[in-house]
């Protein structure tokens, strides 16, 4: 009740619908936005600011994208992840062209065909033993540019950190994007937690992106604290051209784009989207240090950013799952993805840990 009359004095009629001391491990999505963030849409309101782009905030991150990525990169704020990948996938492919990806690749797993359906894109997909590509793996798929039988392989995606919570080091980036760039294909990287990759790598996001080669990439802002939106950065204006035009045909323009945009600038003007990525991998790494001291439960991968995988019996997995949120990564092989994000306390861990030392000696 206290709640509720703080938020009607607030000046709202809209009433809580959940429980806000409920936490998971299922996404970093299922968090809420960061204060900050929500301070920053709140400056952005008032008054009347130009539709669809033109407006001082996108302007001023233009300023601030070149400041991370370079004096030639142009960014175009989108609604969403999956709408960021399609529309930079189309922008490097022809309409008989082809993607290489690994077979755990969002754009392939987690996306509803919308790369196949909307971007009318063949995905090439390669099976990797950590979510990794390298050159040896592309060159897989990376032939038949004469066959007309063939969708001609004209882009790599890539994606960092990857979808197994593992990590490209800026050398292994560049080494794919030279391989690629060798065979006439543009590199793509899905950003979806490209904070989380920069604030575990320790270095500047331009040594494994505009540096290493990359073409275009996805930038995330949802998983890292933000309320809606993301964008895609083009590093390469003069190969990668109409990308206003791509955005609009994608349904993926915003009309308000203002409050995109500064959403953005609260993240990245003073650095607050590395420190909340850093805190949200620090507590993947508190989660995995405890889980390995529990017998019974295996860590499936290097814990390198804000995920933890691991393997545990099906029964235990099923009780936890009544007490916390979180998902089966493959049922079948009783494998789980633990999810960390910008809020998770280590109490937040801590009881996790309990209640799960609790289902495995029962």
């Not at 359906?117 to 060159?139: A, F, N, Q």
Request: hydrophobic share 45%; net charge negative.
């Amino acid at each position: 009740m206290a709640d509720q009359e703080a938020l009607t004095e607030a000046g709202t009629a809209t009433r809580r619908h959940h429980d806000p001391a409920i936490r998971g491990f299922a996404s970093d999505n299922y968090a809420g936005a960061h204060p900050e963030v929500l301070a920053a849409l709140a400056v952005a309101n008032g008054g009347h600011q130009v539709a669809y782009g033109g407006d001082a905030y996108t302007e001023h991150l233009q300023v601030i994208m070149r400041d991370l990525f370079g004096p030639r990169a142009e960014a175009f704020p989108v609604f969403n992840g999956t709408g960021a990948n399609v529309v930079s996938l189309q922008a490097v492919t022809d309409r008989w062209g082809a993607v290489i990806c690994a077979d755990s690749a969002h754009i392939h797993v987690d996306e509803g065909g919308a790369p196949e359906r909307v971007g009318s894109l063949k995905l090439l997909t390669v099976p990797t033993p950590d979510g990794k590509l390298s050159p040896e793996l592309i060159d897989r798929e990376a032939y038949g540019w004469d066959d007309e039988h063939r969708a001609m392989p004209q882009a790599v995606s890539i994606t960092q950190s990857t979808e197994l919570g593992t990590l490209y080091t800026p050398d292994e980036i560049a080494a794919i994007c030279a391989h690629a760039h060798e065979r006439g294909m543009k590199v793509h990287l899905d950003g979806s937690r490209l904070a989380n990759a920069a604030a575990a790598l320790g270095v500047p996001v331009k040594a494994f992106t505009t540096d290493a080669g990359v073409d275009l990439l996805s930038f995330g802002g949802t998983k890292n604290g933000m309320v809606f939106g993301e964008a895609v950065v083009v590093l390469d204006p003069d190969g990668i051209r109409h990308m206003k035009h791509l955005r609009k045909l994608s349904m993926q323009l915003a009309s308000k784009m203002r409050f995109v945009s500064a959403q953005f600038e609260a993240l990245l003007a003073d650095g607050l989207w590395l420190r909340s990525a850093a805190h949200a991998n620090a507590m993947a790494q508190r989660l995995a240090a405890g889980v390995r001291g529990i017998d019974g439960v295996e860590i499936l991968y290097p814990v390198q950013a804000n995920g933890v995988f691991a393997r545990l019996p099906h029964e235990v997995t099923e009780r936890l799952q009544k007490r916390y949120r979180f998902y089966y990564w493959d049922e079948a092989a009783g494998s789980v993805r633990w999810m960390c994000a910008f809020d998770t306390t280590e109490d937040d861990v801590d009881g996790f840990l309990a209640a799960l030392r609790e289902e495995m000696t029962r």
